[in-house]
């Protein structure tokens, strides 16, 4: 461990400019200063209110995309809900704008949230259906039901409050709005939830074994998304105080999708940036509509260049060529020793399987196996090719909803809950195939792992990422916690993985062939590692091929043939069984050897 000085506060992740927040601040507070003072004709004043409120809308895109990775294609609607309510409510009901707005924002986060459950049982494809068809109804609802929505006629002279009259001032305070849910948007993305959304977007299966919820962490992004659609929306009624169906159509949700990928879908600037954009193209491209077809040509030529050449938006591009010069140095700090408390005190077995079945079909990949796990040891599970290893080891986490069987994790009885929850229960765990969220840092992958509740960091984000930083330094890899890990080599993603699973700090450690496509050195630094986990008491269950790694980390083997347990006991003993040898190793006793 090296000693040097630090420059981050022990909660940050990334090392942030001290001027960043007062220089926002400033350049919020100069464009409403632009905004009041500045001259303008109506035509550019309608043209800085749409854009304004748009990217309002276009923010909510940033979070349910962008950041947890589900496509929404009905931003548009919410939108218009938002822009109904303050339409409606203002001048069929007389109700104030304020609560217009709230009433707007409510409707709108309640129809996202229901949305955001769709994705319970649906994803991709399906999912932009859904999201689709709900554009589709509320675009012929707000059409159709004309007693209540004027239908096609939409809604004229919708007021806003007496303050807010003079255009430029209303300009000028949906620019506060924007810079102020820009902000919060900024800063979701290193919160608990924001960090749960990334790693639900990169890898959803190792987010449910490291802990998140999958599904609720979907439904708030998308009531988050819907909220800002609604927000965005009342603000817009409010600015062209006339609003009808054809501006939330499921063309304008396209719109909006066109938006936030232009300018890059990962960051709130992108928004803001791709909104700018897609609504001055068209006005600057105005000079060419005498030529009928032309104008339209070159927007969309424009558009389609832009997404090829800069795939992660105009944004992402401009980021990637800042970070090509700042490769600043970021400074190593000291990290306290990672605590383990390895479930406790408690009964001497932790982990109690009996009768575990999963049959696929006809196929009985795992038979009735018994697996007794006793506390403070290294307990391997090996077996020949498709034995039904890790099939065992995905019922166990959950990942698999067992055919029959118990299983019973530190006297808690887990068989039927989801893999989630079973994490909380005390969990952990490394994939066959690694499975880390690759466009995530290290530190950030390891402090998911370190969220578990009833993890010892609690809910406090300094101790969250101290942790985390604690078990990328117990793996030896604290110098590159700030890296993002698809740059590390295949070791020290298995490394960072198993990180990630220390840090929540399980009671049982489930590793799925660690040693597996590791060089020889790499394999000298596991073994070293799995030693130095047992030291501490934790336990862990691991599957593996390599009988020298096997017998020499290993008190207790179990071996699977068929699905089926043929062995069980002391190391030494296992080996030497017969049936161990004919089935595992295939040959005679020499082979053993
Ligand atoms: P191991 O990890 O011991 O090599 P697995 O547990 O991966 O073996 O596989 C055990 C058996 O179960 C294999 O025959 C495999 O083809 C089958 N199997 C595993 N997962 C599935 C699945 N999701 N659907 C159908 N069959 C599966
Ligand atoms: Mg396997």
Not at 214 to 231: E, M, N, P
Not at 348 to 361: A, C, I, N, Q, Y
């Amino acid at each position: 461990m090296s000693t040097s000085e630090t420059t981050t506060a022990p909660g940050d992740i990334r090392p942030r400019l001290r001027w960043g927040v007062p220089a926002y601040v400033l350049l919020v507070l100069a464009a409403m200063a632009i905004a009041i003072v500045v001259p303008k004709t109506g035509y550019v004043l309608n043209i800085s209110l749409q854009a304004t409120t748009y990217a309002i809308a276009v923010l909510g895109l940033t979070i349910v995309l962008g950041l947890c990775g589900q496509i929404n294609l009905a931003q548009a609607a919410f939108f218009g809900l938002g822009a109904y309510a303050v339409g409606l409510g203002q001048t069929h009901y007389g109700v104030n704008f304020w609560v217009c707005l709230l009433i707007g924002t409510c409707v709108a986060a309640g129809f996202g949230a229901l949305l955001g459950a769709s994705t319970l049982r649906l994803g991709g494809h399906y999912l932009a259906m859904v999201t689709i068809s709900f554009q589709q109804i509320v675009t012929l609802v707000l059409i159709n039901w004309i007693p209540v929505t004027n239908g096609p006629d939409g809604v004229r002279a919708i007021p806003r409050p007496g303050f807010l009259s003079d255009g430029s001032i209303y300009l000028a305070f949906c620019i506060a709005a924007l810079g102020t849910l820009g902000f919060l948007v900024w800063h979701l993305r290193d919160t608990r939830l924001g960090r749960a959304m990334r790693a639900v977007r990169d890898n959803e299966l190792a987010a449910g074994v490291a802990g998140i919820d999958v599904y609720r962490t979907k439904v708030t992004a998308f009531a988050l998304s819907a909220i800002l659609g609604g927000i965005g929306g009342g603000l817009f009624a409010g600015g062209f105080s006339y609003v009808s169906p054809d501006q939330f159509s499921f063309a304008e949700s396209v719109v909006f999708l066109t938006m936030v990928l232009l300018g890059g879908v990962a960051s709130p600037i992108g928004a803001v940036i791709g909104t700018g954009l897609l609504i001055l193209i068209p006005e600057w491209l105005r000079f060419l509509k005498s030529i009928p077809g032309l104008y339209l040509a070159i927007y969309g030529a424009a558009v389609i260049l832009i997404v090829v050449f800069m795939p992660d938006g105009i944004w992402g591009y401009l980021r990637g060529l800042l970070d090509r010069f700042k490769r600043a140095v970021l400074p190593t700090r000291t990290s306290a020793a990672l605590q383990l408390s390895g479930g406790g005190q408690g009964s001497e077995t932790v982990l109690e399987v009996r009768g575990l079945s999963k049959h696929f079909g006809g196929l009985k990949a795992v038979d009735e196996v018994d697996l007794t796990i006793r506390r403070g040891g290294v307990h391997a599970l090996i077996g020949p090719n498709g034995s039904g290893k890790t099939t065992t080891l995905n019922v166990l986490s959950g990942l698999y909803k067992a055919t029959a069987g118990s299983i019973v994790l530190n006297g808690q009885d887990i068989t039927g809950l989801p893999p989630h929850a079973r994490t909380r229960a005390g969990l952990g765990r490394t994939f066959q195939n690694i499975r880390l969220w690759r466009s995530m840092t290290a530190l950030e992958n390891v402090m998911v792992g370190a969220e578990r509740p009833g993890s010892p960091a609690g809910n406090d984000p300094a101790a969250l990422a101290e942790r985390a930083r604690a078990a990328l330094a117990f793996v030896e890899l604290e110098d590159r916690a700030d890296e993002v890990v698809s740059s590390f080599s295949y070791g020290h993603q298995r490394a960072v993985e198993i990180a990630r699973a220390l840090a929540g700090d399980p009671v049982l450690l489930l590793l799925d062939e660690p040693g597996a496509g590791l060089n020889s050195s790499e394999k000298v630094e596991l073994r070293d590692l799995l030693k130095r986990i047992s030291a501490r008491g934790l336990t862990i269950l691991i599957i593996d091929h390599d009988m020298t790694l096997v017998s020499e980390v290993a008190q207790h083997i179990t071996v699977l043939n068929f699905g089926r347990r043929i062995a069980d006991g002391y190391s030494a003993d296992v080996l030497k069984h017969p049936d161990v040898i004919a089935a595992y190793l295939g040959t005679g006793p020499d082979a053993a050897a």
